[in-house]
Structures are given as structure tokens and as C-alpha cells.
């Protein structure tokens, strides 16, 4: 029923020629297949059940049918918007103050910061490491142009080395770096939630007047794994230059025991990021504690605002007043207007707010393409009602609505409702298909329905490439002119992606969700089978493992895993930290009657010996037949598994094959120091754990004059 979504495709006589037939092969006995059989009245019963069923799912509504599934802990994936590193240059040593709501434009896609941002122009302009007197520049890391790859720490790297980063300027609470690294996509399975597993241990210090101080760090490189931002908080330190080179962070390197060591390609300096989205709607919440609140963001530019405060469960609207009114009045619901710029809002009320809350004051702010429409639809006693947001590619992450009702005296006061979530008052919605559908009313029945949030995907939902270059301002469709940012310092500034965009996502649909459903059921959930555990270790997240095998002793019940990791180094061997990985994962899946021990590779060394007779003319003859060889006997970087057999004649035919070669003479290989292991003719066989290469090639070239 799961692999089949129309499930109605099959009248009750199909379904019951299906049974009959399957009758034979699955019981030889039952010969009788008259009505009056017993046996065949149950199954008319079945099926006339099954198709009962059956109809009644697939007539469910796509909404019901994602719900059935998030009872199974399925999720709908809501719509995601595209995130986008992007670094400035600027010929400013001052600092540039962007609002929330900024629109960045990028071919067709629009792009904003979500928070107001204060950049500070810290240009990197030098990287080098230090181990013991050793000093290595690995500065051409800040040449955008450069394509080549970098160790981050070499393979010889000891303990205690240091990498150095050196800045013309060091302003602001945080400098951003961005790493563009090789992260083994195609090699190391995805880390997800696994903060334990943990390859190297590093320090970062700032020189400061004081000399090196230890500073924290938001590392989202996962230890230059991953490509991403390093976040420096500099805190209350005072940064110095260091040796007249300029303001120095470094990394200490406390442990080395990296897998595969992690190579860098660009490193790049003010960092900031966006999200593909064009805000309509937004609020900010404040947590009170103060009298004075100031909102900076782009939407308060020919836009509207409205004020709210708590009032227990609830909030209630505020309104405004002269500054000189504001102590007559005497209402914790008036507020004065201080000062009102294009981008930036500043509030004062009478007397301070307390501080009871996370939020105390919502400032709602209406942009000028949504000022006028905030308020969507009233609200009716029936669950299903839809009610219509006239706005396409609605990100739901980014939605909020208010509603409004009234209490007995008549006064109105307002709930903040996020989609998916119920209210106190049992009300409860969802988007669907850029609409508002209401699950249950609860208690508001004569309520009215405002937007508080509200955000679109604006553009293609393509991936943007590296070095993309974005404009300051939107294309306005209307006006058929494009509208640059006022902000002198932001329109002078040059601002380019620094790596490809994290592609954002389309809203899923129930099939999208079956689909996965399917996947994620038939996935391993149980070790049973060789293949069981060898998917299951294949599949270590965090790990990058080239070949796995599974050896099993039925009399002790054991299974015996032998483990290759990918690894630059010619015969890798498990470390400590994947032996415990490995084995910690394995643990979730075994059978607790099943013991389950980790095997080292056995690599094989092999001796090829023997005549060939080469053709006249050709001088490379013997890289050819060397190269030919190192790979068809290399079953470690080949496509050959552990304990396979060595095909001698499909090397010999492959050999024999090059046009080098006239013919071969006594040709053999031979395991080294074994000389019970050697083959003239037949296939070489290998143990379970073992994985042969190519040590030694005795072949003697002849020329054919």
C-alpha cells in the first residue's frame, strides 16, 4: 500500500484474481477454490475490506494525508529561503550601518539582511603558520582568484603549531572570516548533530596590550572541515599590533588527529550574511527594562508602524501622543514618537517597562508595497476556513499573524500567533498554498486577522555561483526603474559572494512527503545481514570510510568488521577516535546477542613476474604496462573489495590487449614472502580482510625487431 499512492487503481474482482492466483504459490494444499470454501470467504472479506480502506485514504485532502504522516514524525518542510555569504570592499575606514530589510539584488533574486548589521572594514591582508622556526606563508589563500588547495596544518604538523591571521583593522564587537575549504563532500559522510566527534583541539588568541589573550569563537568550520564563518568576539580586549605586521588573531593547534588533513582554498575577510527573501511585514520585540526603544530596518522608509504592549496573555494597541503629553496622559498604552529617519524609529514611554518577559513591546512595521493590506480577513466559527494573504512564495519561518477580538467591556486586544502553533485561545492555522487555512478557530469567532510578518521568496530559487556580484537596491516592476539604496557608504561599496548559495527550498507536498516516508522506512534500522552492518558502518555520519566488510562466526555469534578510511597516506589503519565512532554507531543497531569486533585492513604485497615481448617502436612501453598493472592490482584505491579475487586472466587479456604488447611468457603472480600463495593461470583468493596492491613488478621487456 506505501509503494502504491493511488491505491484505488484495482477493482474487488482484480483484487480477487490477484489472490487466486497467489493461492498456489504460496500453499500447494488448498485445491478448493469453490465460493463455499471457508478459506475463500475470508479473502473475499480482505479484499472487499482492502478496497474500503483503500478508497478511503486516497480520498483524504493532501492537508489529512500530511497529517497522517506527521503522526509517523514526518515534518512538512516548510519553504527555506537561499542563504548567501557575501564580503564588501570598501574604500571606507568607517563603519557601514545596513537595516534589516536591505534589499541586495542579484540577477532577478532579491536578498536582505535579517538584522541590522554594523560593519566594520577589517581587511585580512596576510596568513602564514609557525611550527617550532618554521614559518610557512600561505597568504595566495587571499587571492580570490586562487584555485589551488592548501594545507591548513600538514600531515607532519606537530602539536602546538599556530596559524596566524593579520588584519589592517580590527573594529567592532566581531570580525567574520569566511573559509572556503576542501570539505570532502564526495567522501566524508554528513557530521549532522554529532558534536562528539571531534578530530583536532584548537585555541584562539587575539594580541592585545597586554600580549595573547585566550578570545571565544563561533567556529562553524567544524575545525576547517566545513566550509563557513569563524566569528571572533573580541569582548572587552583591546587589540595591538603585533610586530609591526599588523592586528594578529592566531590558532593554536592543541591535538592533531585529523583523518584527512584539512586543506583551505580562499579565506575571506568582511563577511556578512543574506537571505532570498523580500520583507513585507515585520515585528521587532523588545524585553522591556527600559523606557526608549529604537527599531533600525529599511521597511520604515514610506512605510507604517503600529506599537503593542503586554496586558497578561494578551497585548493591546498603543497609541501615540506629543512628547510634552506623554507624563499627562499617564497610560502605560501611549507612547511619543522621538525621532523618525528613513531607516531608524526611536520610541519613549512614560515611564520605564518592566522587564517581565522576553516580550514586552511588539513594533510592527508595514512596508510600503504592504502598507494598507495588514488586515486580511475576519474569522468564522468552522474549521477549514481560508482565508487569502494576495501575496505568492510566502515563507512560512517568516509569517505571523495578530488577531484581534474583544473582551466584555468591548475593548479590543490582540493574540500573536505563528503558523502551526496554538494559541491560549485554541486558535490554530497553517499556510497552505500561499493562503491562511484555519485548523480551529477555538474562541475567536468574530475575530479579525492582521499580519504582523511577512516575507516572500522574490527571484528564482536557483543556485547562486561564487564571486555573484549584488546591487544595492530592487528592481521596482511598476515604476520600471531600479531603486538604489540612499545610503552613500552602501551604494559606494562593492559587495561579492564568496562561495555558492546554501540553495534554498521549495514548500513540500504530500507526495514529496510520501516519497521520503518511503526512503526513510526502507532505510537500516535493525543489523541483521552482512549488508545490514556494512551499510550501517559505510553510512558513520561525521566519517570517510572507502570500503567495509563484514565477516561473520554463526558459532560465536560475531561479526567482524575490517575497515578502510579514505585517507592520503598510502595504507591507512583505523585511529582511536574512528574505532570509537564506528563502534558507537554500530552499537545503536546490533542485536544485543550480537558481539561485534573492528578489524584493521591486512594489505597484501604482490610480485609480478614473467616475459613480454614488446612491439617494435614503442619506447614508453614499460610505463604503459607498469601503469596497467599498479591499477588492475590495486585493491585499494580500486573498485575491488576486501577478500575478492584476483582475476588472472582478465589481467592477462587486458595486458595482452595493449598495443605495446605482441605477446606474454610465463606470467605470474605471487603474494611477497608466501610462495604458497602464487598463480600462473588460476584466480588469486584473498581472506575477508585482506586488500593487495602491487609491490613489486619483475617483468622482463623483450623487443620484437
Known amino acids: 500500500m506505501i509503494e502504491n499512492f493511488s491505491l484505488i487503481d484495482k477493482t474487488y474482482n482484480d483484487l480477487m484474481e490477484d489472490a487466486l492466483y ?99 572594514n577589517n581587511p585580512l591582508k596576510r596568513v602564514f603558520g609557525v611550527s617550532g622556526l618554521r614559518r610557512r606563508d600561505i597568504s595566495r589563500v587571499l587571492d580570490v582568484n586562487n584555485d589551488s588547495l592548501i594545507d591548513v596544518f600538514p600531515e607532519d604538523q606537530e602539536e602546538g603549531s599556530e596559524l596566524y591571521f593579520i588584519f589592517d583593522a580590527f573594529g567592532g564587537e566581531e570580525v567574520v572570516l569566511y573559509f572556503d575549504v576542501d570539505d570532502n563532500e564526495n567522501e566524508r559522510n ?72 584539512p586543506q583551505v582554498r580562499n579565506v575571506f575577510s568582511n563577511v556578512f550574511r543574506m537571505k532570498q527573501k523580500k520583507t513585507l511585514a515585520g515585528t521587532f520585540d523588545f524585553a522591556g527594562g527600559d523606557r526608549h526603544f529604537t527599531v533600525c530596518t529599511n521597511l ?15 497585548y493591546r494597541f498603543c497609541s501615540s501622543c506629543e512628547r510634552e503629553q506623554l507624563e499627562s496622559k499617564n497610560s502605560p498604552f501611549v507612547y511619543s514618537v522621538i525621532a523618525r529617519e528613513n531607516y531608524r524609529l526611536e520610541l519613549e514611554f512614560a515611564n520605564e517597562i518592566p522587564a517581565e518577559s522576553d516580550c514586552e513591546i511588539k513594533v510592527v512595521i508595514y512596508g510600503p508595497a504592504y502598507a494598507g493590506r495588514e488586515n486580511i480577513g475576519e474569522v468564522y466559527a468552522y474549521d477549514g476556513q481560508t482565508v487569502e494573504l494576495d501575496t505568492e512564495d510566502v515563507i512560512t519561518s517568516d509569517f505571523e499573524l495578530i488577531l484581534q477580538q474583544n473582551d466584555e467591556n468591548g475593548e479590543a486586544y490582540y493574540s500573536f500567533v505563528r503558523p502551526d502553533t496554538e ?19 477555538g474562541i475567536a469567532s468574530e475575530g479579525w486577522l492582521i499580519s504582523s510578518r511577512l516575507s516572500q521568496i522574490k527571484g528564482g530559487m536557483e543556485e547562486l555561483i561564487k564571486n555573484a556580484g549584488f546591487m544595492p537596491g530592487e528592481y521596482e516592476p511598476e515604476e520600471g526603474l531600479f531603486v538604489v539604496v540612499d545610503n552613500p557608504q552602501v551604494r559606494e561599496a562593492e559587495f561579492i559572494s564568496v562561495a555558492s548559495s546554501v540553495k534554498g527550498k521549495e514548500e513540500e507536498s504530500a507526495e514529496d512527503m510520501r516519497s521520503r516516508f518511503i526512503k526513510d522506512f526502507s532505510h537500516t534500522a535493525t543489523a541483521v545481514t552482512r549488508e545490514d552492518y556494512e551499510t550501517i558502518v559505510m553510512e558513520t555520519p561525521g566519517l570517510a570510510i572507502k570500503k567495509v566488510k563484514a565477516g561473520v562466526d554463526y558459532k560465536k555469534n560475531l561479526v567482524k568488521l575490517v575497515v578502510l578510511p579514505i585517507s592520503r597516506k598510502p595504507f591507512p589503519i583505523l585511529s582511536e577516535q574512528y574505532k570509537k565512532v564506528i563502534m558507537s554507531n554500530v552499537n545503536r543497531y546490533r542485536l544485543l546477542t550480537t558481539n561485534v569486533v573492528l578489524e584493521e585492513p591486512k ?3 604482490l610480485v609480478v613476474s614473467g616475459s613480454v615481448y614488446v612491439k617494435a617502436h614503442y619506447s614508453n612501453a614499460e610505463g604503459m604496462i607498469s601503469e596497467l598493472l599498479d591499477k588492475e592490482l590495486n585493491f585499494i584505491e580500486g573498485e575491488h573489495g576486501f577478500g575478492e579475487k584476483l582475476p588472472f586472466s582478465d589481467i592477462y587479456s587486458k595486458l595482452e590487449k595493449l598495443p605495446c604488447v605482441e605477446y606474454i611468457y610465463n606470467l605470474s603472480i605471487s603474494v611477497q614472502g608466501d610462495s604458497s600463495r602464487k598463480t600462473t593461470g588460476e584466480d588469486l583468493q584473498f581472506e575477508y580482510n585482506e586488500l593487495c596492491f602491487l609491490k613489486e613488478l619483475s617483468i622482463q621487456l623483450i623487443d620484437r625487431i
Not at 470454501?37 to 480520498?59: C, R, Y
Not at 558534536?195 to 595573547?212: A, C, D, H, R
Not at 520604515?300 to 496573555?313: H, I, P, Q, T
Open 22 to 120: 497467489r493461492i498456489p504459490l504460496l500453499c500447494s494444499e488448498w485445491t478448493n477454490f469453490n465460493p463455499s470454501d471457508p478459506g475463500l470467504t475470508v479473502i473475499e472479506s480482505l479484499s472487499a475490506m482492502n478496497l474500503i480502506q483503500e478508497t478511503a485514504i486516497d480520498e483524504l485532502t493532501e492537508f489529512l494525508k500530511m497529517k497522517m504522516l506527521g503522526l509517523l514524525g514526518f515534518e512538512r518542510i516548510k519553504r527555506t529561503p537561499a542563504e548567501v555569504f557575501v564580503r564588501f570592499e570598501s574604500h571606507s575606514s568607517e563603519p557601514m550601518e545596513i537595516p534589516a530589510g536591505t534589499p541586495f539584488t542579484c540577477d532577478e533574486s532579491v536578498f536582505e539582511v535579517e538584522n541590522t548589521v554594523k560593519l566594520y
Open 300 to 314: 520604515l522608509k514610506n512605510g507604517s508602524f503600529a506599537v503593542y504592549r503586554r496586558d497578561g496573555e494578551y
Open 423 to 441: 494559541s491560549a485561545d485554541g486558535f490554530l492555522y497553517t499556510i497552505a498554498d500561499d493562503n491562511v487555512k484555519i485548523l480551529k478557530p
Open 603 to 605: 594489505y597484501v604485497p
Open 190 to 261: 554528513n557530521l549532522g548533530e554529532r558534536p562528539e566527534i571531534v578530530f583536532s583541539k584548537m585555541k584562539w588568541q587575539l594580541y592585545t596590550e597586554n600580549g595573547w589573550e585566550d578570545m571565544d569563537v563561533e567556529d562553524n568550520t567544524r575545525l576547517f572541515m566545513y566550509d563557513g564563518c569563524i566569528v571572533f568576539k573580541k569582548g572587552e580586549k583591546t587589540p595591538a599590533v603585533f610586530d609591526d605586521l599588523g592586528f594578529a588573531v592566531r590558532c593554536l593547534l592543541l591535538e592533531n588527529n585529523y583523518d584527512i588533513t
